[in-house]
């Protein structure tokens, strides 16, 4: 597991349209105690950012998002990604995805048939998307039912928030979770509220750990 991903336990989901605030938005995430961000694959720019923000940020975390084919993939391991994570679980990209070695790639999973599939192919951790949409904790704690035996780890991700996030981070199967809403686009350009939102999720998280 990436060690910042493990400490932290939140990975904050990005849709970034320009260079310049992504770079701001990794800088800003960093500074305010959360050195991880999956870049998604929703804008022109995501593999440019990735490479910039994976030089330009070695202390991060850098994944990608919304990685839907071998493509993108690709552009993201040569842009120095450290993990990527998709949707849903597609066996081309994933059994791709797990060659590289010391990449870890998250496929999306839903239900048990999905979880099944990911898993038949090597995957361990999967992201349960879209969480809340999908029947939320209760739903996730049924599928950790079945499969936490077998070490299978989630990131749910979808409707999550500062107020439910913990509700998550209490199962044991679940390794983080992931959202948006300290990345929101409508938080760019008012750096130090992004920051100052990022910093109550991160010791929101550390109070879960304590508890
Ligand atoms: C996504 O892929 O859109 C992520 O799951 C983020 O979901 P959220 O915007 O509901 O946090």
Redesign the pocket.
Known sequence: MIKQIEQCRIVP?A?VDTLENGLKLCESLSEAGLPVIEI?FRTAIAAELIAAASREFPEMAIGA??VLNSDDLQKAVDGGAQFA?A?GTNPTVLEKALSYEGFEFYPGVCSPSDIELAYSLGAKTL?F????AAGGVKMLKSLCGPYGHLGIKFCP?????ATNMTDYLAIKDVIAI????MV?KDLFGDWDKLKSITRDAVAIAQMKEAS
Request: charge should be neutral.
């Open positions: 989901v849709a998604t998002g919304t994570v949707p992201k998307f879209p969480a809340e991700t979808g409707g999550i928030n992931g959202g948006s809403w929101s």
